[in-house]
């Protein structure tokens, strides 16, 4: 008797394992989970600092004679957490905010924030801005500070020197990333994980297989070029083959900043690919494959990046001609990428 039917997946018969259909359960709910990430609405960091906009905090700064004090930070930063459990709630910095200030926070790796960001060439978080109703920065710091520092930048008036100092640490810090932005970043890895594939207009039964190589990745802020070499089994239950594959990945930054609190972002990934069938000798069929394969993916990191791939692909050529009509090998997998 086979087994229960799930969807477009057709029947599985009764030998596949529990556990390849727990897969295909895991499969939706990982895109269920990378749905609501990619929704959420971005959290309060510091409940000192409220989430307005600049604009509205510098016609209330104008109306009560006060300045605004710009809080530039990140889910995944540090030293903002730190501040916002060791500085803030402080009963000191509470008054004194209060007493001289609008203060605000912005998130730097939002869309608004970003644009804030080049606005007041900001290199990094936590950074703070004195910013008059004019919209005229006083003074700035850049880095942690403790209690007493803090309370020393906001309570006293400005300081040339110690603001000429601040500023030249941040230009500096500026150049660097404007220098490592415009050179691609070259870096090698691995690939592997599971996938379920059958042959199309032939078998609605899929099998359980695997994708498991290494890359060459080239990344630029918004690109990325991965040149690959990969073994992968595919071809449906009871008729899975292995094929050494040569995969290009082309992917599109559709966003970077925190993936689930840490540094990274999202792409969609197309990859052309030929495959080369091991042992064709056993087997009456064609020794070769090609196609396209899709993917969404989450990325974690910078220069050393853990990406986990949805990926689907259905390949172009007859594999299988022994039979009527067009068998062609059909994929859907999930991946993990890293590079060394």
């Known amino acids: 008797m086979k087994g229960a ?13 529990n556990f390849t259909q727990k897969l ?18 971005p959290s309060v960091l510091a409940s000192n600092f409220p989430r307005i906009p ?13 300045n605004v004090l710009v809080y530039f930070t990140a889910r995944w930063c540090a030293p903002c ?84 100092e601040n500023l030249k640490i941040e230009q500096y ?28 207009n032939y078998s609605k039964e899929w099998g359980l297989g695997y994708e498991a190589g290494a890359f060459v990745a080239l990344e630029t802020k918004r690109l990325l070029l991965r040149p690959g070499l990969n073994m992968i089994e595919k071809g449906g239950a009871g008729t899975s083959r ?28 197309a990859s052309p690919y030929t495959a080369v069938l091991l042992n064709k000798k056993r087997y009456v069929m064609p020794g070769s494959d090609h196609g396209v394969k899709l993917g969404l993916s989450a990325f974690i990191g910078k220069s050393k990046q853990s990406e986990f791939i949805l990926s689907s692909d259905t390949g172009v050529k007859d594999v299988n001609s022994g039979f009527p009509g ?13 590079t060394l």
């Open 5 to 17: 039917q799930l969807c477009a997946f057709g029947n599985f018969p009764s030998f596949i394992p």
């Open 24 to 41: 295909f359960s895991m499969r939706r709910l990982m895109l269920s989970l990378l749905f609501l990430v990619l929704i959420q609405a």
């Open 54 to 66: 600049l604009e509205a905090a510098l016609k209330r700064a104008s109306a009560e004679g006060k």
């Open 81 to 164: 957490k730190r501040m916002d459990r060791l500085v803030f709630p402080d009963s000191a910095v509470k008054a004194e905010l209060e007493k001289r200030y609008v203060p605000i926070e912005i998130d730097g790796e939002s869309v608004r924030g970003e644009a804030l960001r080049n606005e007041f060439n900001i290199a990094g978080f936590p950074t703070f801005l004195i910013v008059n109703a004019d919209r005229v920065v006083q003074q700035r710091r850049f880095g942690y500070l403790d209690v007493k520092r803090f309370m020393n930048f906001v309570s006293t008036s400005p300081d040339p020197a110690q603001d000429a």
């Open 173 to 200: 810090i500026l150049t660097r990333q404007a220098s490592q932005k415009t050179a691609p970043a070259l870096s090698y890895g691995l690939k592997l994980g599971p996938n379920i594939s059958r042959f199309t």
């Open 242 to 269: 292995t094929y050494v594959q040569f995969p290009l990945d082309i992917g599109l930054n559709l966003y970077k900043g925190s993936v689930f609190g840490r540094t990274g972002g999202y792409r969609v990934i």
């Open 326 to 338: 067009k068998q062609r090998n059909q994929t859907f997998g999930f991946q993990l990428a890293f």
